[in-house]
T-cell receptor, first 114, second 112 residues
Framework: EADIYQTPRYLVIGTGKKITLECSQT?????MYWYQQDPGMELHLIHY???????EKGDLSSESTVSRIRTEHFPLTLESARPSHTSQYLC?????????????FGPGTRLLVL | QKEVEQNSGPLSVPEGAIASLNCTYS??????FFWYRQYSGKSPELIMF????GDKEDGRFTAQLNKASQYVSLLIRDSQPSDSATYLC????????????FGRGTSLIVHP
């Protein structure tokens, strides 16, 4: 079983609040990812990181930011939450190999912005 | 044009039948292909991966890859109601700098 954790699991917050979604992994993986997924819909990559001090924007335009100060930690921050940010946020990590890389997903954070 | 295409379904099969899930991709440089299963309200989890042309079997699951035709499929034999989930295809170019690209997933329903 993959050791990747996300907190909080559920969050209800008012518009305009600043929030940080936490993601940690204990597998020593260099690559980490944040995805956004609405119920029954596809995964959208919003941020990823190749390692410490590396962050990149994904395919989906997002008003969130990320940081990667430590290998095991990849938090995502929304400076001012809006109802349009309501979604599920999935964190993942992977270890590159000669045949591609398997991604391990955290349990997700369900965010509701009122 | 989306890089990884999957029929969103739902694909409905009776218990005990073979479920066939298909995925096509556009980039001929793709080298690694993954199938993930996602139960409703849960996170994706890897079922299997394949990188060579042909078939790869793991229990009731068989992945099939045809690079010339740019498709990869997943067969589930003796389908069970517990197999009801969304199946995501992911494709990756070779090299550590590449990020896997996911399809939108196919919803599978196995009815008793």
């Amino acid at each position: 079983e993959a050791d990747i954790y996300q907190t909080p699991r559920y969050l209800v917050i008012g518009t305009g609040k600043k929030i940080t979604l936490e993601c940690s992994q204990t597998m020593g993986h260099d690559k980490m990812y944040w995805y956004q997924q609405d119920p029954g819909m596809e995964l959208h990559l919003i941020h990823y990181s190749y390692g410490v001090n590396s962050t990149e924007k994904g395919d989906l335009s997002s008003e969130s930011t990320v940081s990667r100060i430590r290998t095991e930690h990849f938090p995502l921050t929304l400076e001012s939450a809006r109802p349009s940010h309501t979604s599920q946020y999935l964190c993942a990590s992977s270890l590159p190999g000669p045949r591609g890389e398997t991604q391990y997903f955290g349990p997700g954070t369900r965010l509701l912005v009122l | 044009q989306k890089e990884v295409e999957q029929n969103s379904g739902p694909l409905s099969v009776p218990e005990g039948a073979i479920a066939s899930l298909n995925c096509t991709y556009s980039d001929r440089g793709s080298q690694s292909f993954f199938w993930y299963r996602q139960y409703s309200g849960k996170s994706p989890e890897l079922i299997m991966f394949i990188y060579s042309n042909g078939d790869k079997e793991d229990g009731r699951f068989t992945a099939q890859l045809n690079k010339a035709s740019q498709y990869v499929s997943l067969l589930i034999r003796d389908s069970q109601p517990s197999d009801s989930a969304t199946y995501l295809c992911a494709v990756q170019l070779s090299g550590g700098s590449y990020i896997p690209t996911f399809g939108r997933g196919t919803s599978l329903i196995v009815h008793p």
